[in-house]
């Protein structure tokens, strides 16, 4: 399959729409048909009955689907997010509509200011994002930014005491830290925090002096400007003092830009000594650098010589030590040492390595093992015309609804141990109503006795209400779903025991914990389940594993249907703990905010036609000004409601194309899943490297989703992952109208002709490289086409000499090779030299030309075919076999050799290619050159490259 689609969503067009007045469906449909118009004109291959375009209300009525399954799942909600904001054109800007801290459409500085959002919990897939990336072919540079953009980070949080916050006693407030490295705790001198962080501070009744006010105002307003690596680091004391718990000294609290509020806890230690970018800024305002890590001399794991284990060697360090204290000062000049080492000034834990010193000290402070990630949930939202509108309603009724959680425990649990008394606390305080009963047959369960105890809590659950089942009360709760004739909004299973059990199994758990009756609850255990019943009465269903849970095998669809999602954490075991907040996050997730979604007969909620396309003067959407289509009725209790009018990202459409190709006329569904199961996952995706990151990261999140509830085959949405480089304009720069450097295909075509203008773009360099565009280059190709052309008065029926039929296997080979390696540019360059030397040729053969005319067609198809018919063929060109290469006529006899001496090229010897090493040394010895160079000396020692060269080293 090779499909085409336009992802016409965007900001360019809605510029130009509020520059012009015209409709932006308008401009794009005239836009696609110039694109298709030239993409038939240059012949490319495209499979035009499968095009698709994410501005098709019948597309995106999909992508509206989607999202709708997002938010049923708990993974779109709305936040108040600080975002970019023109105050000239009233807007919200992404980031790369950011240029220099202006806005890219009007040039005004751009301001922070904060505004609800709607965002997508893509942080919930950093694991599984991460683990994917195990399973495909991606080339290099896209796995590893795909990695460094989620930025998975091991480590530990740890509190510091603060004092003489104004107006605070000591010791009330603490501000908590991120660090990979708590084994230089010993050497923090200052805690450093964002700006975000000290605003936040401010908002809760912080005093702070009016230069540190207007140094977080700038500072915030500064963010915009430019990013982290590119600003000046820049700060100021807070007037605060932190205890380090470690050493129980006091240290400075410092606000900084270098830190980030949306990266890991907005503050950090300060350790100079061990982080390059504390040290210059501890020399920058002069705070104290201390070591606390010396470095390892021999490193056994990177040794210098792959054939030896370690490599020791001889270092002088100069050193300082305080004439009565026991510390250690060494000189290492102006840069950190940033690797681990044994640990020196850190008191008891002194002498210990980086490793064995780092989980001892953060039990020591009271800290707690934690993972962060770089990655931030998306932010979906934009107040824009030009997107697919999002097919939510807010009501007002519904928000006040009062939610009911029925918390179901397990076997031999209770309702008011483990944690469901604090979950039940936590869910009122958000203002549930929660009933967490206890069955009267805990330890002996009877699944009729549980459902009968449970019928009159269930009773009063509907489609808002939420049931949460743990171990045993998870399959109790799955019953629950199979017996009712109505809707559960949310189903939460954690850590759900429903795997068939044996007699054997069970007497084993009896000989180890005699006092649960295991045989008594196998009947309940081993009651079959009505999936199907299950599914219908379901509105969005999550099930929570933990990878080390002993009670639960089997955590994925080898239990579960297709369609539901599972979501695996770490290191919580059966979820027997007293407190366990990650569940009760999970579970707000599902918080009625007011927000309730259009039904899915209702879709595609279609773009309104708007008079201007210019947003508000209050920032929103142009759509909320239209108050006809705004005022709506609230889907679910008929009441008064208003549409949301912001609109879906550029990125939406974008991000599930692939998966509509397979079956893009479909009305039913987004795709027919044996259509999907027959063409997923795709085999090669190729694509520019600007979208190697935010692309490819959100459309595999998608995937993901899609995969987890059961409406994809393939867990990873493509297998192979690689990249083209960038045609540059004339100037060297991004080809860009602004720039006035924009190559028209249009004019090309008619000076050069479709071919030369196809091959000079694969000929002009590596297809994953950018190269700049020199229209010159086109003449050279034009000529070779032209030579190609004129060999047809050479064609005779003579049989062609067996030189040129080893070029020609030659040719084969090379042209096939760099075809399936996307070589492009050297399989052209193999083809010109095949045609120079059948020029220079009085005749040639008809078939030595048909197969130089087959090997030129996916290059320049239309010459290729116009010859190809011209010459008797009786089929069409495109439908004839691939020429195939004779091994032994393709083979090359001899081969150029470089002799280097000391480094240097200084002859070359031309040899057989099977020549043994040993010849190859007699030949090149034996040359004068060489002779001459070696001036009478024996060498030291002989390279031989096999193919490529001899190097002697005198």
């Not at 929103?620 to 006809?628: G, H, N």
């Not at 004129?790 to 090779?817: A, C, F, G, M, R």
């Amino acid at each position: 399959m090779y499909p085409i689609g336009f992802d016409a969503f965007g900001l360019p067009t809605e510029n130009y729409a509020i520059k012009t007045g015209r409709p932006p469906a308008e401009a794009t449909k005239e836009n696609i048909a110039t694109f298709t118009r030239q993409f038939k004109l240059l012949g490319y291959s495209f499979d035009w009955s499968r095009a698709v375009d994410t501005t098709d209300p019948k597309y995106y009525k999909w992508t509206q689907w989607i999202f709708l399954q997002f938010f049923k799942h708990g993974l779109a909600y709305k936040k108040n997010q600080p975002i970019n904001w023109c105050p000239k054109d009233k807007i919200g800007l992404a980031n790369e509509e950011v240029v220099g801290g202006c806005c890219e459409r009007c040039g005004t500085p751009v301001e922070q200011r904060n505004k609800e959002q709607w965002m997508l919990a893509i942080t919930k897939y950093a694991d599984k994002l991460l683990e994917g990336l195990k399973e495909v072919d991606y080339i290099t540079p896209a796995r590893v930014q795909q990695e460094n953009w989620i930025g998975k980070s091991e480590g530990a949080e740890i509190d510091f005491s603060l004092r003489f916050v104004p107006g605070q006693a000591d010791g009330k407030h603490k501000a908590k830290i991120f660090t990979t490295r708590p084994d230089t705790i010993f050497g923090a001198t200052f805690l450093a925090i964002s700006p975000e962080l000290a605003q936040t501070w401010l908002g809760v009744g912080w005093q702070a002096s009016p230069a540190v006010k207007k140094y977080v105002a700038q500072a915030l307003q500064d963010r915009a400007a430019a990013t982290r690596e590119e600003q000046a680091k820049t700060g100021i004391d807070a007037g605060i003092k932190a205890v380090n718990p470690a050493t129980k000294e006091e240290i400075p609290v410092w606000i900084t830009n270098y830190v980030l509020g949306n990266v890991g806890t907005g503050a950090i230690m300060g350790v100079p000594a061990h982080d390059q970018r504390d040290f210059d800024f501890a020399k920058k305002f002069n705070l104290p650098i201390k070591q606390v890590i010396e470095p390892h001399i021999i490193d056994v794991d990177h040794p210098t010589r792959s054939d030896k284990k370690d490599a020791p060697r001889v270092v002088v360090q100069g050193i300082v030590k305080h004439w009565d204290k026991d510390e250690i000062i060494q000189l290492r000049g102006e840069t950190a040492y940033e690797g681990e080492g044994i640990l020196i000034n850190s008191g008891k834990y002194s002498g210990l390595t980086s490793a064995e010193a780092k989980k001892k000290i953060i039990e020591a402070v009271g800290g707690r093992m934690k993972t962060n990630y770089k990655l931030r949930d998306w932010v979906f939202s934009r107040q824009r015309y030009w997107g697919e509108p999002i097919p939510l309603v807010f009501c007002e009724h519904c928000k006040n609804i009062k939610q009911k959680v029925l918390l179901i425990h397990g076997f031999t649990g209770r309702g008011d141990k483990n944690w469901l008394p604090w979950m039940k606390q936590q869910l009122e305080k958000q203002g549930f109503e929660v009933f967490a009963p206890t069955m009267s047959t805990t330890d002996h369960p009877i699944l009729e006795k549980w459902m009968d105890e449970l019928a009159p809590y269930v009773e009063k659950l509907g489609e808002d209400d939420i049931i949460v089942g743990h171990s045993l009360g998870g399959k109790a709760a799955l019953h629950i779903l199979e017996r009712i004739n109505k809707k559960i909004g949310h189903v939460y299973l954690v850590a759900p025991v429903i795997k068939q059990v044996t007699d054997s199994e069970l007497q084993d758990k009896k000989d180890k914990r005699p006092e649960k009756d295991y045989f008594s609850a196998k009947a309940f255990w081993n009651a079959p389940l009505n999936w199907k019943k299950i599914e219908e009465n379901i509105i969005s269903s999550d099930v929570i594993f933990s990878d080390n849970d002993p009670s639960v095998p089997y955590v994925g669809h080898e239990v579960f249907p297709a369609r539901w999602r599972i979501q695996e954490l770490h290191n919580y075991e059966h979820f027997t703990q007293a407190e366990i907040p990650v569940l009760f996050e999970n579970i707000l997730q599902s918080k009625n905010t007011g927000w309730v979604p259009l039904p899915e007969s209702e879709l595609p909620l279609k773009l309104p036609k708007v008079k201007k396309y210019e947003p508000t003067d209050t920032g929103e959407s142009p759509l909320a000004s239209i108050e006809k289509w705004v005022k709506t009725k609230c889907p679910r209790c008929g009441g008064p409601a208003r549409r949301e009018t912001d609109t879906m990202p550029n990125w939406a459409g974008s991000s599930w194309y692939f998966l509509r190709y397979t079956d893009p006329r479909n009305d039913k569904a987004l795709a027919d899943q044996k259509k999907l199961a027959y063409w997923m996952a795709v085999d090669w995706y190729n694509g520019g490297m600007e979208h190697t990151v935010l692309h490819l990261l959100y459309s595999r999140f998608w995937n993901q989703f899609l995969y987890d509830i059961g409406v994809v085959p393939t867990r990873e949405p493509y297998q192979k992952r690689t990249s083209h480089g960038m045609i540059l304009g004339p100037d060297g720069e991004k080809m860009s109208k602004s720039r006035g450097n924009v190559i028209n295909p249009d004019e090309m075509v008619e000076q050069f002709g479709t071919d030369a203008f196809r091959i000079y773009i694969m000929f002009m360099g590596p297809f994953d490289q950018a190269v700049m565009w020199d229209t010159n280059g086109l003449v050279g190709v034009r000529r070779f086409l032209d030579r190609v052309w004129n060999l047809q008065e050479k064609i005779s029926d003579s049989k062609d000499s067996p030189e040129i039929i080893s070029q020609l296997h030659q040719t084969i080979k090379k042209v096939t090779e760099d075809i399936e390696a996307m070589r492009f540019n050297t399989a052209i360059a193999k083809m010109m030299e095949l045609v120079n030397e059948l020029s220079k040729l009085e005749k040639i053969s008809k078939q030595t030309f048909s197969t130089l005319v087959q090997l030129l067609s996916p290059f320049a198809p239309h010459i290729a075919e116009e010859l190809w018919e011209k010459y008797g063929h009786g089929q069409d060109l495109a439908y004839s076999a691939w020429p195939k290469y004779d091994a032994a006529l393709a083979k090359t006899a001899t081969v150029t050799l470089a002799v280097q001496i000391n480094g240097k090229v200084r002859d070359t010897v031309e040899v057989d290619t099977e020549i043994t090493e040993g010849k190859v040394r007699d030949i090149v010895l034996a040359n004068e050159k060489v002779q001459k160079w070696l001036e009478g000396k024996e060498p030291k020692k002989i390279i031989y490259i096999k193919g490529k060269l001899v190097s002697i080293v005198v």
